[in-house]
């Protein structure tokens, strides 16, 4: 294997790590996290998955010139890499989507108890808020 296409494959290793890492703490936070901690962490991971496809596309390109590279252990071992990335973003972005029904259903049934709460106001009708005096 070409000394570009091992570099390539070493650094592309590297920062699928890091993708790994970032969905790790990702699935490690709850609904009960804050708004930032959940925002900041999908930022941290969205600049990790660009710098991983920036590098992968190196790989593509050292592999274009070196195609014995492809039959390398490493090779093997960088693919396997990428499958997992690619299962593990598969099953947080599950995750998330059952996450986000939960919240628009708390939504939704907030804001169907707000409409209802609203029918339970009184029309005025004349009413001062005096005392009742006789019984019905």
Known sequence: MAGDLETAIRESMNAYREVLDEFAAL??????????????????????????CRIHLAVN???????????DPMMREWQDLVM??????????????GMMSVVADGLSRARGGR?????YKSG???MRGGRL???C
């Open 115 to 119: 409409a209802a709460l609203k029918g």
């Open 84 to 97: 997992r990335v690619g299962e593990e973003n598969r099953l947080l972005s599950g995750s998330f989507r």
């Open 27 to 52: 699935r490690s936070l709850s609904l009960a996290s804050s708004a930032e901690a959940i925002a900041e962490s999908a930022e941290i991971l969205r600049t990790r998955l660009e710098k991983a």
């Open 124 to 126: 005025g009708g004349g």
């Open 133 to 135: 005096r006789r019984t």
């Open 61 to 71: 390109e050292a592999l274009a010139v070196d195609t014995a590279g492809a039959e």
